[in-house]
């Protein structure tokens, strides 16, 4: 794994397994939250200080999560944020990385950091949860951490407010675009909530669709031109 910086100044890691970046070149921030907070209408639930549950697919540098926890905390909002990851980064990587350069996740950052330091290098396959709660605060926030193969792990049904699709991509990671995988998160997720994903490929777009969700184009985040949204209608 090689760090990068990206147009906006944020941290990204290049993947030599699957030749390419965890995040767009052109902006870390830009499309997290374009795509992700934006696309699949947390952003909005946040504000509205709506409780929120985030299924996400690859926790990769976790910035997705600290992006989103820090809206959250900023609009006092509480969140429980599950991703799954089947290759979880070390203490090194985190710890070098400028995540923390988010507002108001200094504290919660610094957490992670202390918990990913006293975890083995590699983990078990199973669940890690991590209470990031502030009993001083009025809001809740929990990350989940699946460690394992997301085609394997079981996931409950109507769990999930919104879902992160930020898989590697369609031709290097197809697994995780399959009909049946994206049924599986169908499955998993709330009457009317959304599912984003960067990809907007037309094999993705018609295994959403066959998957039972209602598919929209969206316009991309720098650099690309389109994205998906599924709901569940």
């Known amino acids: 794994m090689k760090i990068q910086k990206a147009a906006d100044g944020f941290d990204t890691l290049f993947s030599e397994q699957y030749n390419q970046t965890y995040h767009s070149i052109h902006g870390v921030l830009q499309e997290s939250q374009h795509v992700f907070l934006d696309g699949a209408g947390v952003e909005a639930r946040l504000k509205n200080k709506i409780e929120t549950s985030?299924?996400?697919?690859?926790?990769?540098?976790?910035?997705?999560?600290?992006l989103t926890a820090s809206k959250a905390i900023e609009n006092e909002a509480s969140l429980?944020?599950?991703?799954?990851?089947?290759?979880?980064?070390?203490?090194?990587?985190?710890s070098s990385l400028?995540?923390?350069?988010?507002?108001?996740?200094?504290?919660?950052?610094?957490?992670?950091?202390?918990?990913?330091?006293?975890q083995p290098q590699?983990?078990?396959?199973?669940?890690?949860?991590?209470?990031?709660?502030?009993n001083s605060k009025p809001y809740l926030i929990q990350?989940?951490?699946?460690?394992?193969?997301?085609?394997?792990?079981?996931?409950?049904?109507?769990?999930?407010?919104?879902?992160?699709?930020?898989?590697?991509?369609?031709?290097?990671?197809?697994?995780l675009w399959t009909v049946s995988f994206l049924r599986k998160l169908f499955q998993a997720m709330k009457p009317g909530a959304m599912l984003s994903t960067y990809s907007a490929?037309?094999?993705?777009r018609r295994a959403m669709t066959e998957a039972g969700f209602e598919v929209s184009k969206r316009p991309g985040s720098l650099g690309k031109r389109?994205?998906?949204?599924?709901k569940k209608v």
């Open 54 to 66: 985030v299924l996400e697919i690859g926790f990769g540098t976790g910035f997705n999560f600290f």
């Open 80 to 94: 429980n944020f599950t991703s799954i990851e089947n290759n979880f980064l070390g203490y090194n990587l985190f």
């Open 98 to 118: 400028n995540h923390i350069r988010l507002p108001n996740i200094k504290i919660l950052y610094n957490k992670f950091l202390n918990w990913r330091k006293n």
């Open 122 to 134: 590699n983990p078990q396959p199973g669940i890690c949860k991590i209470d990031f709660t502030n």
């Open 143 to 175: 990350l989940n951490l699946l460690i394992g193969n997301a085609v394997e792990v079981s996931l409950p049904a109507h769990k999930y407010d919104a879902v992160y699709l930020d898989a590697f991509s369609p031709d290097d990671n197809p697994e």
């Open 201 to 204: 490929k037309g094999n993705v």
């Open 226 to 230: 389109e994205m998906l949204v599924g």
